[in-house]
Nanobody, 123 residues
Framework: QVQLVESGGGLVQPGGSLRLSCAASGRTSSVRFMGWFRQAPGKEREFVAAIRWGGASTYYADSVKGRFTISRDNAKNTVYLQMNSLKPEDTALYYC????????????????WGQGTQVTVSS
């Protein structure tokens, strides 16, 4: 089992920045990718970004490319999502997730999920 705990959400004005953190514990040796997903009210949960746990490969949704950066600190078993130039449409509940499969961007392939952290972009 892998346990995930997110932090760092909050209220920010359009154009502002936030950094989300996800601390992983448990059987992290089985993890192949860590990802961030988000779900806005009335919408499906969607892929945002992913990073290979044991390497440097990263993946991004088109809607966040150039604005969001995913990174990791293996020594701390922590993954980060730096979000810049935030827009109102980025408002959502953001989830950290882990997968033991090779599918980095597919929500259905993620085995473990955090509880979510709310990001609200509003003036």
């Amino acid at each position: 089992q892998v346990q995930l705990v997110e932090s760092g959400g909050g209220l920010v004005q359009p154009g502002g920045s936030l950094r989300l953190s996800c601390a992983a514990s448990g059987r992290t040796s089985s993890v192949r990718f860590m990802g961030w997903f988000r779900q806005a009210p009335g919408k499906e949960r969607e892929f945002v970004a992913a990073i290979r746990w044991g390497g440097a490969s990263t993946y991004y949704a088109d809607s966040v490319k150039g604005r969001f950066t995913i990174s990791r600190d293996n020594a701390k078993n922590t993954v980060y999502l730096q979000m810049n130039s935030l827009k109102p449409e980025d408002t959502a509940l953001y989830y950290c997730a882990a997968t033991t499969t090779s599918f980095a961007t597919m929500r259905e392939e993620y085995n473990y999920w955090g509880q979510g952290t709310q990001v609200t972009v509003s003036s």
